[in-house]
């Protein structure tokens, strides 16, 4: 199970700093994903997220969306950014289960196949 911590501090590393809204609902998500086992569907998690935060759901797909754009362009700390979520475009739900597969991983706890 991933930590809160681990998951902020590779945001912080990639250069997602608190200040984005986009910040708390990505950790939010990546719980949510860990949680399910990696198994969800894009919907249900900004769904989740919104119910938690007290949000609309179009509102946490749209931060996410924006903080992930923002890093991606910035390239503030590009490996990181690589290691990560990858610098080419990609869906939400992409980059969020990149994010999660790789923590998950470094953190001894994923069954890749």
């Known amino acids: 199970m991933l930590k809160k911590e681990v998951i902020q501090g590779a945001l912080m590393q990639m250069g997602i700093t608190p200040n984005y809204k986009g910040f708390v609902y990505i950790v939010e998500g990546v719980l949510y994903i860990d949680f399910n086992s990696g198994n969800y569907i894009v919907s249900d998690l900004y769904k989740t997220v919104a119910q938690k935060c007290n949000t609309h759901d179009r509102r946490v797909e749209r931060s996410?969306?924006?903080?992930?754009?923002?890093?991606?362009k910035q390239a503030a700390n590009s490996e990181a950014i690589q290691k990560y979520i990858g610098v080419e475009h990609a869906s939400n739900g992409k980059s969020l289960s990149r994010f999660h597969l790789i923590l998950s991983w470094e953190q001894g706890g994923c069954d890749a196949e």
């Open 64 to 72: 996410i969306r924006y903080a992930l754009y923002c890093i991606r």
